[in-house]
T-cell receptor
Framework: SAVISQKPSRDICQRGTSLTIQCQVD?????MFWYRQQPGQSLTLIAT?????????ESGFVIDKFPISRPNLTFSTLTVSNMSPEDSSIYLC?????????????FGPGTRLTVL | QKEVEQNSGPLSVPEGAIASLNCTYS??????FFWYRQYSGKSPELIMS????GDKEDGRFTAQLNKASQYVSLLIRDSQPSDSATYLC??????????FGTGTSLTVIP
């Protein structure tokens, strides 16, 4: 499976500021995804990061709040803009990899964000 | 109905016992099914995938898929305290979008 890294691993931010999270994969992948996991909750898909075009956002998530870049097949960023305490969460990058003939998602280590 | 549903637990089993985790899914997701393990403060880690009816074994883990009844389960034999984690069931649709359950918390008691 692909090796995925995320930076930063954690951060504490002030209300109203923005944070950019980076996701790096050690091999080229077609699909990259950004998820949010709030405390005690399951995973919520924010968007699919498309290489060479705008990200595809899920219902309830908008580009102005969560701009995403995907400049190449190994890298993506997610920005959390104008943060509020409700944005405190773990943000996870995942990639789609064809493992044993089945499309499978693998996750990065996550970024734990606390907004004060 | 949600695409994937799990009993949130918590589930407690004694060390050495079999832990049984269950998941049901809707008609919308019918391609492949996955079990992830998530330790507290860590990201989900893929344990097993299954897409054919029947059982699939990998070490102490067995995934079972029953498409007629629309359920998938994970059995952990000889449970160890290190198996204590939240287990996420996931399923993909024909567009390869993934849907995750809310997770089942498992505690293995020494």
């Amino acid at each position: 499976s692909a090796v995925i890294s995320q930076k930063p691993s954690r951060d504490i931010c002030q209300r109203g500021t923005s944070l950019t999270i980076q996701c790096q994969v050690d091999s080229q992948v077609t699909m990259m995804f950004w998820y949010r996991q709030q405390p005690g909750q399951s995973l919520t898909l924010i968007a699919t990061a498309n290489q060479g075009s705008e990200a595809t956002y899920e219902s309830g998530f908008v580009i102005d709040k969560f701009p995403i870049s995907r400049p190449n097949l190994t890298f993506s960023t997610l920005t959390v803009s104008n943060m509020s305490p409700e944005d405190s969460s773990i943000y996870l990058c995942s990639v789609d990899s064809l493992a044993g003939g089945t499309d499978t998602q693998y996750f990065g280590p996550g970024t734990r964000l606390t907004v004060l | 109905q949600k695409e994937v549903e799990q009993n949130s637990g918590p589930l407690s089993v004694p060390e050495g016992a079999i832990a049984s985790l269950n998941c049901t899914y809707s008609d919308r997701v019918s391609q492949s099914f996955f079990w992830y393990r998530q330790y507290s403060g860590k990201s989900p880690e893929l344990i097993m995938s299954i897409y054919s009816n029947g059982d699939k074994e990998d070490g102490r883990f067995t995934a079972q898929l029953n498409k007629a009844s629309q359920y998938v389960s994970l059995l952990i034999r000889d449970s160890q305290p290190s198996d204590s984690a939240t287990y996420l069931c996931a399923a993909s649709d024909t567009g390869n979008q993934f849907y995750f359950g809310t997770g089942t918390s498992l505690t293995v008691i020494p």
